[in-house]
């Protein structure tokens, strides 16, 4: 017992002070809590703490000269949502296509990056040719919004045509490997010349089409963050309304399934029958943990209502299922022959109040309910959550609740820890520190600070514009950026401290993300890679060295 203990506490020390990758959102947390426990990370980026990049005149190049925490910084497109991972010496992000890396390929396209950690130099793409229905499901120039999940040799990302694709993380440099040969039509799209497939291109292993196979309707983007756990990639659907924004096209098919992550066949659908619920859209990213020797998947749906299923696909009773919000117009049958991912408990978030019947509460209005855009995080027993709208919708109230994940069935009344209703609408998860400290942004731009068990607020910030992103938390510190572009460092302390604020030259929507040393965040144009100027060796030169013997 005692030689494991030490390894144990050998091979926690080696993490903290060497690094590790960043291989989906939320890190190497499936409980997607936006926390790292790396050191010695920056806290400015300028030579000035409240200074600026700048571009070399008459270039879209980024000057160096007065950046000395930058490793490198990489050109992306004009729009760049989704959020960077880092996993084996290779980062992946989300972009469009306005700088166009193959001659092959102009004009609107959803790009996905496969970067060299190391020198910021591209390895290969995935062009994503967009939908021919437009903008009612595949908003122009968005690019591609999802963060991928890296898994070994493989990684999994939803497109912007609706898919869950598995690929090769090498690209086709080691050949075209998988089911999937098609590469050159699906780069040039349906009814297209197939185009040129090299070394630069992705390697698709199969693709999953939720809008053939669910029958699903996407409202403008389809951007789930997935989650590989066992031999399950879990993901949300993106069923919402149509371009009336009264319609749902598709109120049968699922919100929430299960794909095989080695064959990419459907092995399980949610039976919670949100679809007829729908207020707008549905764009969140579910979280996993183990709940009295229960492991549960907690989604946010575009009902407002925070759901737990049961990781195990189970076949369905043929029985009728209770409804989830009290009045809800259609219960979901139960269908003896498809398996479902099961929902053990369920919550509604909004207040009561917001759910009335009347023009002052009828969404999208202000006063109003939301749905839960935010990623639920999982921590200690308790999934944190708040409610948001499309951006597009401006500004409203908002609320933050703390769930007790033991319960049961209904849980709205019984299960509801606190609750912080100062926030105002959010698209942001939440970053908790191991001693308790809770951070979020919301989208008006405030920053909170919070005790994460009981709910008592130390402090809030006003960053003075818009937040799409989620804060990190990390060496003590907390990161965070806004569609300004400024890029703020907070102490992560009870006592509000601010460190710095640094301009990006760019929108910053995306999450930043530590690994292996080095602190990526990402402007609407720019990837940066940033380590602490007074690092004298990085920490991906300098891997852990354990003797197996002596512990």
Not at 205 to 224: K, T
Request: with cysteine.
């Amino acid at each position: 017992m005692k030689t494991k203990f030490s390894l144990c506490m050998a091979l926690s020390v080696a993490t903290a002070a060497f690094g590790a990758d960043w291989p989906r959102w939320g890190g190497n947390d499936p409980g997607r809590n936006m926390y790292s426990p790396e050191t010695g990370l920056p806290d400015h980026f300028t030579k000035e703490k409240g200074g600026r990049v700048e571009m070399k005149t008459g270039t879209e190049e980024v000057d160096t000269k007065n950046l000395p925490s930058a490793k490198w910084v990489a050109k992306l497109g004009s729009q760049s949502y989704g959020n960077v991972v880092e996993a084996g010496g290779k980062l992946f992000v989300g972009t469009n296509n306005e700088n166009p890396r193959d001659p092959q390929h102009q004009g609107d396209r959803s790009i996905l990056l496969a970067l060299d950690a190391k020198s910021g130099e591209m390895l290969w793409q995935l062009v994503v040719p967009k939908l021919a229905s437009g903008k009612v499901n595949d908003w122009e120039n968005l690019g591609l919004l999802s963060s991928p999940c890296v898994q070994n040799n493989r990684l999994y990302v939803v497109t912007s045509r609706c898919e869950v694709l598995c690929m090769d993380t090498e690209g086709q440099a080691n050949g075209n490997e998988g089911p999937f040969k098609d590469e050159a039509q699906y780069v040039s799209g349906p009814g297209k010349p197939p185009a040129k497939i090299g070394a630069k291109d992705a390697d698709i292993i199969w693709r999953y089409d939720m809008m053939d196979e669910l029958g699903v309707f996407p409202h403008n983007a389809s951007n789930c963050s997935l989650l590989v756990d066992d031999d399950l990639v879990y993901a949300c659907s993106s069923n919402g309304q149509d371009w009336t924004h009264v319609n749902i096209p598709s109120p049968n098919s699922p919100s929430f399934v299960a794909i095989d992550k080695n064959t990419g066949k459907l092995r399980g659908e949610d039976n919670a029958g949100i679809g007829p619920r729908i207020f707008h859209g549905q764009w969140g990213s579910p979280s996993i943990g183990v709940v009295n020797g229960r492991k549960l998947v907690f989604f946010g749906g575009g009902d407002g209502v925070c759901y737990a299923f049961d990781a195990k696909p189970k076949k369905g009773t043929g029985a009728k299922i209770e409804p989830v919000v009290s009045g809800s117009p259609v219960d979901r049958d139960e269908d003896k022959d498809t398996d479902y991912l099961k929902k053990v408990w369920w919550c509604d978030v909004n207040p009561p109040e917001r759910r009335v019947k009347d023009a002052a509460h009828k969404y999208p209005a202000p006063e109003g309910p939301s749905e839960i855009n935010a990623t639920p995080v999982f921590w200690k027993n308790r999934v944190y959550v708040a409610v948001g709208q499309d951006p597009e919708h401006g500004e409203g109230v908002g609320i933050l609740t703390c769930i007790d994940a033991t319960k049961i069935g209904d849980v709205t009344k019984s299960a509801k820890v606190w609750s912080y209703d100062k926030i105002h609408r959010s698209l942001s998860s939440v970053s908790i520190t191991p001693d308790g400290l809770l951070f979020v942004g919301d989208f008006s731009g405030f920053l909170h600070c919070l005790d994460a068990e009981t709910g008592k607020v130390y402090w809030v910030h006003d960053l003075k514009a818009h937040v799409w992103g989620s804060t990190l938390v990390a060496d003590g510190k907390v990161y965070i950026g806004d569609e300004d572009g400024d890029f703020f460092v907070f102490a992560a302390s009870k006592e509000k401290k601010l460190l710095s604020v640094n301009n990006l030259g760019a929108p910053v929507y995306s999450t930043p993300i530590v690994a292996n040393g080095t602190l990526y965040v990402h402007s609407n144009a720019h990837l940066f890679a940033f380590t602490d100027p007074a690092r004298k060796q990085p920490i991906n030169d300098a891997p852990a060295k354990i003797d197996l013997q002596k512990n």
